[in-house]
Protein backbone atom coordinates (compact mmCIF):
# COMPACT_ATOMS: atom_id res chain seq x y z
CA UNK A 1 0.00 0.00 0.00
CA UNK A 2 1.13 3.30 -0.93
CA UNK A 3 2.13 6.00 2.14
CA UNK A 4 -0.71 8.79 1.77
CA UNK A 5 0.91 12.22 0.36
CA UNK A 6 1.55 14.96 2.74
CA UNK A 7 -0.25 17.46 0.49
CA UNK A 8 -3.24 17.55 -1.75
CA UNK A 9 -3.89 19.86 -4.29
CA UNK A 10 -7.88 19.44 -5.76
CA UNK A 11 -10.58 21.36 -3.61
CA UNK A 12 -12.36 19.03 -1.20
CA UNK A 13 -15.81 19.36 -0.94
CA UNK A 14 -17.40 16.72 1.79
CA UNK A 15 -16.03 16.55 5.07
CA UNK A 16 -16.77 13.79 7.52
CA UNK A 17 -16.62 14.50 10.94
CA UNK A 18 -16.30 11.78 13.83
CA UNK A 19 -14.16 8.97 15.36
CA UNK A 20 -11.32 7.26 13.85
CA UNK A 21 -13.07 3.85 13.28
CA UNK A 22 -15.52 5.41 10.45
CA UNK A 23 -12.41 6.11 8.62
CA UNK A 24 -12.25 2.38 7.71
CA UNK A 25 -14.79 2.55 4.84
CA UNK A 26 -14.95 -0.32 1.89
CA UNK A 27 -14.19 1.04 -1.24
CA UNK A 28 -12.37 4.05 0.01
CA UNK A 29 -8.48 4.59 -0.58
CA UNK A 30 -6.26 6.92 1.58
CA UNK A 31 -4.12 9.23 -0.53
CA UNK A 32 -3.18 11.68 2.23
CA UNK A 33 -3.10 12.97 5.39
CA UNK A 34 -2.87 16.91 5.52
CA UNK A 35 -1.87 19.31 8.50
CA UNK A 36 -3.26 22.25 8.28
CA UNK A 37 -3.15 25.60 10.88
CA UNK A 38 -5.84 28.17 10.64
CA UNK A 39 -5.66 31.36 12.51
CA UNK A 40 -7.48 29.94 15.52
CA UNK A 41 -5.20 27.22 15.41
CA UNK A 42 -4.28 23.72 14.50
CA UNK A 43 -7.46 20.99 14.37
CA UNK A 44 -8.18 18.01 16.58
CA UNK A 45 -6.11 15.80 14.14
CA UNK A 46 -4.86 15.52 11.09
CA UNK A 47 -7.28 15.42 8.02
CA UNK A 48 -6.79 12.38 6.22
CA UNK A 49 -8.21 12.57 2.28
CA UNK A 50 -9.82 9.39 1.32
CA UNK A 51 -10.78 8.28 -2.64
CA UNK A 52 -14.33 7.62 -3.10
CA UNK A 53 -15.77 6.24 -7.09
CA UNK A 54 -18.76 8.52 -7.75
CA UNK A 55 -21.65 6.70 -8.98
CA UNK A 56 -22.47 8.26 -11.56
CA UNK A 57 -19.21 8.36 -13.64
CA UNK A 58 -16.69 6.39 -11.87
CA UNK A 59 -14.23 9.37 -11.24
CA UNK A 60 -12.25 9.57 -7.42
CA UNK A 61 -14.10 11.94 -4.86
CA UNK A 62 -12.00 13.01 -2.15
CA UNK A 63 -13.95 12.70 0.93
CA UNK A 64 -11.92 14.75 4.48
CA UNK A 65 -12.21 12.76 7.60
CA UNK A 66 -11.34 14.88 10.82
CA UNK A 67 -11.38 13.01 14.25
CA UNK A 68 -13.47 15.43 16.76
CA UNK A 69 -11.84 14.55 19.80
CA UNK A 70 -7.91 13.80 18.33
CA UNK A 71 -6.48 10.38 17.14
CA UNK A 72 -6.17 8.90 20.42
CA UNK A 73 -9.55 10.89 21.99
CA UNK A 74 -7.58 13.56 24.27
CA UNK A 75 -9.54 16.47 23.45
CA UNK A 76 -12.55 16.65 25.92
CA UNK A 77 -16.03 18.04 24.78
CA UNK A 78 -15.11 21.70 25.84
CA UNK A 79 -11.26 20.72 24.59
CA UNK A 80 -12.06 20.24 20.82
CA UNK A 81 -11.02 23.06 18.93
CA UNK A 82 -13.85 23.86 16.88
CA UNK A 83 -13.28 26.98 15.45
CA UNK A 84 -9.85 25.30 13.72
CA UNK A 85 -11.57 22.20 12.86
CA UNK A 86 -14.31 24.06 10.99
CA UNK A 87 -11.94 26.81 9.24
CA UNK A 88 -9.05 24.23 8.04
CA UNK A 89 -12.20 22.11 6.58
CA UNK A 90 -13.53 25.13 4.55
CA UNK A 91 -9.91 25.94 3.60
CA UNK A 92 -9.64 22.83 2.02
CA UNK A 93 -12.80 23.81 -0.33
CA UNK A 94 -15.64 21.67 2.28
CA UNK A 95 -18.79 23.30 1.63
CA UNK A 96 -20.56 20.38 3.43
CA UNK A 97 -19.96 17.99 6.43
CA UNK A 98 -21.86 15.05 7.80
CA UNK A 99 -20.75 14.57 11.54
CA UNK A 100 -21.38 11.60 13.72
CA UNK A 101 -21.81 11.39 17.22
CA UNK A 102 -22.78 8.84 20.28
CA UNK A 103 -25.67 10.22 22.16
CA UNK A 104 -27.82 9.49 24.86
CA UNK A 105 -31.87 8.80 24.30
CA UNK A 106 -34.54 10.56 26.18
CA UNK A 107 -37.24 8.67 24.60
CA UNK A 108 -38.39 5.01 25.21
CA UNK A 109 -38.28 4.63 21.27
CA UNK A 110 -35.10 5.48 20.68
CA UNK A 111 -33.71 2.33 21.59
CA UNK A 112 -29.42 1.60 22.09
CA UNK A 113 -27.91 1.08 18.62
CA UNK A 114 -30.76 3.19 17.13
CA UNK A 115 -29.71 5.89 14.36
CA UNK A 116 -31.52 9.45 14.18
CA UNK A 117 -31.09 12.30 12.23
CA UNK A 118 -31.76 15.68 14.44
CA UNK A 119 -33.08 18.56 13.28
CA UNK A 120 -33.38 20.34 16.08
CA UNK A 121 -30.98 21.77 19.32
CA UNK A 122 -31.59 23.13 22.51
CA UNK A 123 -28.19 24.49 23.19
CA UNK A 124 -27.39 23.63 27.01
CA UNK A 125 -23.61 24.57 26.92
CA UNK A 126 -22.65 27.25 29.27
CA UNK A 127 -20.35 29.65 26.71
CA UNK A 128 -16.90 27.97 28.04
CA UNK A 129 -16.33 27.21 24.04
CA UNK A 130 -15.56 29.46 21.85
CA UNK A 131 -18.63 29.22 19.66
CA UNK A 132 -18.21 32.09 16.76
CA UNK A 133 -16.02 33.53 14.44
CA UNK A 134 -17.30 37.11 14.87
CA UNK A 135 -15.88 38.69 17.64
CA UNK A 136 -12.56 41.14 18.05
CA UNK A 137 -13.88 43.99 16.32
CA UNK A 138 -16.05 42.02 13.21
CA UNK A 139 -19.36 41.81 14.53
CA UNK A 140 -21.82 38.89 12.38
CA UNK A 141 -25.18 37.50 12.29
CA UNK A 142 -26.45 34.62 10.97
CA UNK A 143 -29.34 32.65 10.76
CA UNK A 144 -29.69 29.44 12.94
CA UNK A 145 -33.45 28.59 13.03
CA UNK A 146 -32.88 25.39 11.48
CA UNK A 147 -29.16 23.97 12.67
CA UNK A 148 -29.07 21.22 10.49
CA UNK A 149 -29.33 21.30 6.61
CA UNK A 150 -32.61 19.86 5.47
CA UNK A 151 -31.06 19.11 2.07
CA UNK A 152 -28.60 16.86 3.42
CA UNK A 153 -31.01 15.40 5.89
CA UNK A 154 -33.12 13.96 3.37
CA UNK A 155 -30.26 12.35 1.71
CA UNK A 156 -29.07 10.84 5.28
CA UNK A 157 -32.95 9.52 6.21
CA UNK A 158 -33.30 7.91 2.14
CA UNK A 159 -30.27 6.34 3.15
CA UNK A 160 -30.48 5.15 6.35
CA UNK A 161 -33.94 4.04 5.80
CA UNK A 162 -32.58 2.08 2.66
CA UNK A 163 -30.42 -0.03 5.10
CA UNK A 164 -33.48 -0.95 7.71
CA UNK A 165 -33.79 -4.80 7.84
CA UNK A 166 -29.80 -5.45 7.83
CA UNK A 167 -29.13 -4.06 11.22
CA UNK A 168 -30.29 -0.06 10.82
CA UNK A 169 -32.97 1.13 12.83
CA UNK A 170 -33.27 5.14 11.70
CA UNK A 171 -35.56 7.61 13.28
CA UNK A 172 -36.28 10.81 11.53
CA UNK A 173 -38.41 13.93 11.81
CA UNK A 174 -41.25 12.86 9.14
CA UNK A 175 -44.55 11.59 9.48
CA UNK A 176 -42.91 8.36 11.18
CA UNK A 177 -42.30 10.48 14.43
CA UNK A 178 -44.59 12.32 16.77
CA UNK A 179 -41.67 13.93 18.32
CA UNK A 180 -39.62 16.89 17.70
CA UNK A 181 -36.32 15.24 16.81
CA UNK A 182 -34.38 17.90 19.06
CA UNK A 183 -30.73 17.44 20.38
CA UNK A 184 -29.66 18.86 23.67
CA UNK A 185 -25.74 19.51 23.57
CA UNK A 186 -24.52 19.60 27.44
CA UNK A 187 -21.18 20.80 28.35
CA UNK A 188 -19.81 17.63 29.81
CA UNK A 189 -17.47 15.61 30.45
CA UNK A 190 -19.66 14.82 32.66
CA UNK A 191 -22.70 12.80 31.98
CA UNK A 192 -26.29 14.33 33.31
CA UNK A 193 -28.01 14.31 36.69
CA UNK A 194 -31.73 12.33 36.62
CA UNK A 195 -33.45 15.88 37.34
CA UNK A 196 -31.40 16.99 34.26
CA UNK A 197 -32.76 14.06 32.29
CA UNK A 198 -36.45 14.55 33.27
CA UNK A 199 -36.25 17.72 32.69
CA UNK A 200 -34.91 17.82 29.29
CA UNK A 201 -37.65 15.11 28.57
CA UNK A 202 -40.21 17.55 29.78
CA UNK A 203 -39.27 19.51 26.93
CA UNK A 204 -39.54 17.31 24.30
CA UNK A 205 -35.88 16.42 24.20
CA UNK A 206 -35.38 13.14 21.96
CA UNK A 207 -31.41 12.71 22.54
CA UNK A 208 -28.43 14.36 24.87
CA UNK A 209 -24.79 14.80 23.52
CA UNK A 210 -21.83 16.70 23.82
CA UNK A 211 -20.76 17.58 20.59
CA UNK A 212 -23.21 19.08 18.33
CA UNK A 213 -22.58 22.55 19.48
CA UNK A 214 -20.69 25.05 19.07
CA UNK A 215 -19.68 22.63 15.87
CA UNK A 216 -23.19 23.55 14.26
CA UNK A 217 -23.31 26.89 14.79
CA UNK A 218 -19.35 27.48 13.32
CA UNK A 219 -20.46 25.36 9.83
CA UNK A 220 -23.31 27.57 9.85
CA UNK A 221 -20.86 30.68 9.76
CA UNK A 222 -18.53 29.38 7.61
CA UNK A 223 -21.20 28.58 4.95
CA UNK A 224 -20.76 24.82 5.38
CA UNK A 225 -24.28 22.80 5.02
CA UNK A 226 -24.00 20.49 7.91
CA UNK A 227 -25.40 17.46 9.33
CA UNK A 228 -25.23 15.17 11.71
CA UNK A 229 -26.06 11.18 12.36
CA UNK A 230 -26.64 10.17 16.18
CA UNK A 231 -26.40 6.82 17.47
CA UNK A 232 -27.85 5.89 20.42
CA UNK A 233 -25.73 4.55 23.43
CA UNK A 234 -27.91 4.57 26.17
CA UNK A 235 -30.79 5.73 28.06
CA UNK A 236 -28.94 8.67 29.89
CA UNK A 237 -30.15 8.51 33.71
CA UNK A 238 -33.96 8.93 33.21
CA UNK A 239 -35.05 5.19 32.82
CA UNK A 240 -37.11 2.89 34.83
CA UNK A 241 -33.79 0.22 34.83
CA UNK A 242 -32.67 3.45 36.67
CA UNK A 243 -29.28 2.53 34.96
CA UNK A 244 -26.77 5.05 35.09
CA UNK A 245 -24.77 6.11 32.24
CA UNK A 246 -21.09 4.54 32.14
CA UNK A 247 -17.82 5.08 29.56
CA UNK A 248 -18.30 0.82 29.36
CA UNK A 249 -22.01 1.12 27.95
CA UNK A 250 -21.16 3.59 25.57
CA UNK A 251 -18.33 1.93 24.10
CA UNK A 252 -19.89 -1.14 24.38
CA UNK A 253 -22.62 -0.29 21.92
CA UNK A 254 -20.86 1.84 19.78
CA UNK A 255 -18.30 -1.29 19.21
CA UNK A 256 -21.23 -3.66 18.71
CA UNK A 257 -22.66 -1.33 16.72
CA UNK A 258 -19.70 -0.28 14.26
CA UNK A 259 -19.77 -2.18 11.53
CA UNK A 260 -23.65 -0.46 10.88
CA UNK A 261 -22.27 3.04 11.49
CA UNK A 262 -20.06 3.20 9.29
CA UNK A 263 -22.02 1.28 6.30
CA UNK A 264 -24.47 4.12 7.30
CA UNK A 265 -21.99 6.56 6.68
CA UNK A 266 -20.61 5.16 3.59
CA UNK A 267 -24.04 4.82 2.40
CA UNK A 268 -24.27 8.79 2.68
CA UNK A 269 -21.16 9.03 1.14
CA UNK A 270 -21.90 7.16 -1.61
CA UNK A 271 -25.19 8.66 -2.32
CA UNK A 272 -23.79 12.42 -1.80
CA UNK A 273 -21.04 11.63 -4.92
CA UNK A 274 -23.98 11.00 -7.46
CA UNK A 275 -23.60 14.14 -9.90
CA UNK A 276 -27.18 15.02 -8.65
CA UNK A 277 -26.44 16.80 -5.66
CA UNK A 278 -23.14 19.06 -7.00
CA UNK A 279 -25.55 21.96 -5.82
CA UNK A 280 -26.32 20.59 -2.76
CA UNK A 281 -22.77 19.27 -1.59
CA UNK A 282 -21.26 22.88 -2.49
CA UNK A 283 -23.91 24.61 -0.38
CA UNK A 284 -25.09 27.45 -3.03
CA UNK A 285 -27.98 27.91 -0.91
CA UNK A 286 -25.10 29.50 2.08
CA UNK A 287 -23.11 30.91 -0.33
CA UNK A 288 -22.79 34.99 0.51
CA UNK A 289 -24.56 35.27 3.81
CA UNK A 290 -21.86 35.60 5.76
CA UNK A 291 -20.03 38.71 3.80
CA UNK A 292 -23.64 39.90 4.37
CA UNK A 293 -24.05 39.21 7.96
CA UNK A 294 -20.16 40.91 8.84
CA UNK A 295 -21.42 44.13 7.03
CA UNK A 296 -22.96 45.28 10.29
CA UNK A 297 -19.60 46.20 11.40
CA UNK A 298 -18.63 49.46 9.34
CA UNK A 299 -15.11 49.60 7.86
CA UNK A 300 -13.85 52.13 9.89
CA UNK A 301 -14.60 49.96 13.29
CA UNK A 302 -13.34 46.92 11.93
CA UNK A 303 -10.07 46.02 14.27
CA UNK A 304 -7.32 44.64 11.61
CA UNK A 305 -6.54 41.08 13.55
CA UNK A 306 -10.64 40.63 12.84
CA UNK A 307 -10.13 41.47 9.26
CA UNK A 308 -7.19 39.30 9.13
CA UNK A 309 -8.79 36.15 10.40
CA UNK A 310 -11.86 36.78 8.61
CA UNK A 311 -10.21 36.94 5.32
CA UNK A 312 -7.97 33.99 5.73
CA UNK A 313 -11.78 31.98 6.45
CA UNK A 314 -13.51 33.98 3.52
CA UNK A 315 -10.81 34.89 0.96
CA UNK A 316 -12.03 38.43 -0.67
CA UNK A 317 -15.25 38.98 1.56
CA UNK A 318 -13.89 41.29 3.60
CA UNK A 319 -10.53 42.86 1.96
Given at each position: ?37 T??G ?19 I ?23 N ?9 R ?28 R ?18 G ?10 K ?16 H ?31 W ?27 M ?19 M ?51 K ?10 F ?5
Amino acid sequence: MATPAKTYSDPIHIAVIGGTGIQELPHFTHVATLTVDTPWGGPSSPISVLHHPSPTNGTPIPIAFLSRHGLHHEYAPHEVPARANIAALRSLGVRTIIAFSAVGSLQEDVKPRDFLAPDQIIDRTKGIRPFTFFEGGMVGHVGFADPFDEGLAKVVRKCGHSLEGEGVRLHDTGTLDPWLTASEPVEGPQFSTRAESHLYRTWGGTIINMSALPEAKLAREAEIAYQMICMSTDYDCWHATNETVTVEMVMGHMKANANNARRFVGAVLDELSKGEYTDLILAKHLEGQSKFAAGMTAAPGRKPEAVVKLSWLFPGYFT
